[in-house]
């Protein structure tokens, strides 16, 4: 990254007139000209809002400041460093933080707090505590912010003991937390799934909770399968005044899909309109999702048009979906018609977008139509994952095509791609019902030696057969293995 932009600096300071003496306009009349009418090409239906060229713009603006005389003020490089960590560059504003500091521009605070926040977003979170020793030895003693960046890094990589730990050292030195930084580590007790923490967190809590408060918790209760607590979470916010968002039916009807309660689903989302809120992509993929798991295809079908009536847009999620259902139902032409629409809207497909009718086309018994689309992925820049693989090779063996599988398997490994117990799992099935038994026991046996340890299925596989071959006494042998490692048919 520091190359490419180092590059696209000289580039830059080469080639731009603004950088010409007595050419230098204010640099936020640079900034906001140029992303006004990146806005009014966008509502003119311009495809000119893209990420590279906000990116870009950004990164001439900078270039420009620093080289102007006087140089902005330190709050016009605060605006600029806000505006790319927005675009979610973090490693870029590291970048430009780190320039700013050997050219001499002195930091405040408030940009001492943008760095320290692109270090946790890019979950460098031992240098972001180095950073913040190296502030307060600069005079920057952290503010709510600065904690509150810190608590965010350390739930979003899972250690919420020590964000918990945070918390109370901030409270112990006088800081007196916000309604934010109380979201945070409820937000992190629930995704840690320790939502009667969270509860008791929320109950302690010295100021009014918000609606993103309330939408945490009634997420997490959800995802712990307590609906009637989440219904009384929801009424509880209602008394204190507080009317619940989107966010909190997206999170209701999430967990009435789950819970197969569709007509419940429906019922919400009625009651969404009802409330004059407007429905997100979130919302009308959660509905077209249960309608897809449960085979309504054409209700989903229906559902989807009307979102786009709707002016909301499906992203590679809601495609995604959509074309899992298709391909569920065995309508796997259906799924491919949606999967060459993607394009056409500029919806980029994912991993999954591709594994989905991957398996749509294995399972419909058209291997060669799953394996042009395999190949297609991977001229496309589209990496496959474990999951791809595993599918593809499930295909082939399930097509007598193990000697190819096993081919799939060594380029898959060649590329750095480690196979899971699942992946030897599919090539042992295909190895016994090829009658390749004698292959498929020198395969289990080399398990270990490959540091996997054999689950339930590679047991049962594996005992099958060789109870088809007649090995009887073998397979008892490996049944009684099987207990001794302490695997159950049951368990």
Known sequence: MRRSISSKAKSFLHRNPLLEKGNNPPPFAIFDSRFSRRREAHSNGGGSDDYREKLDDSLELFFHMVQSRPLPSISDFSRLLTAISKLKSYDVVIYLWEQMQTLGIAHNLYTCNILLNCLCRCSQLSLALSFLGKMMKLGHNPSVVTFGSLLNGFCRGGKVHEALCLFGKMVEIGFRPNVVIYN???????????????????????????????????????????????????????????????????????????????????????????????????????????????????????????????????????????????????????????????????????????????????????????????????????????????????????????????????????????????????????MCKAGEVADAWDLYCSLNLKGLMPDIWTYTTMMLGLYKKGLRREADALFRKMKEDGIFPNG
Request: hydrophobic content about 40%; aromatic content about 8%; glycine content about 8%.
């Open 184 to 430: 945070i580590v409820i937000d992190g007790l629930c995704k840690s799934k320790q939502v009667d923490k969270a509860l008791d967190f929320f109950n302690r809590m010295e100021v009014r909770p918000d609606v993103v408060t309330y939408n945490s918790l009634i997420s997490g209760l959800c995802s712990s399968g307590r609906w009637g607590d989440a219904t009384r979470m929801v009424r509880c916010m209602s008394e204190r005044g507080i009317s619940p968002d989107v966010f909190t039916f997206n999170a209701l009807i999430d967990a009435c899909v789950k819970r197969g309660s569709l007509l419940e689903a429906g019922q919400l989302y009625e009651e969404m309109i009802r409330r004059s809120l407007v429905p997100d992509i979130v919302t009308y993929s959660l509905l077209i999702n249960g309608l897809c798991m449960y085979s309504r295809l054409d209700e989903a079908e229906q559902m989807f048009d009307y979102m786009v009536s709707k002016r909301c847009f499906p992203d590679v999620v809601t495609y995604s979906i959509l074309i899992n259902g298709f391909c569920k139902s065995r309508k796997v032409d259906y799924g491919m018609k949606l999967f060459c629409e993607m394009s056409q809207r500029g919806v980029v497909r994912n991993v999954v977008t591709y594994t989905i009718l991957i398996q749509g086309y294995c399972q419909a018994g058209k291997l060669n139509v799953a394996e042009e689309i395999f190949k297609r992925m991977v001229v496309s820049g589209v990496s496959p994952n474990i999951v791809t693989y595993n599918v593809l090779l499930h295909g082939l063996c399930d097509s007598g095509k193990v000697e190819k599988a096993l081919v799939m398997l060594e380029d898959m490994e060649k590329s750095g791609m480690d196979a899971d117990i699942v992946t030897y799992n599919i090539i042992i099935r295909g």
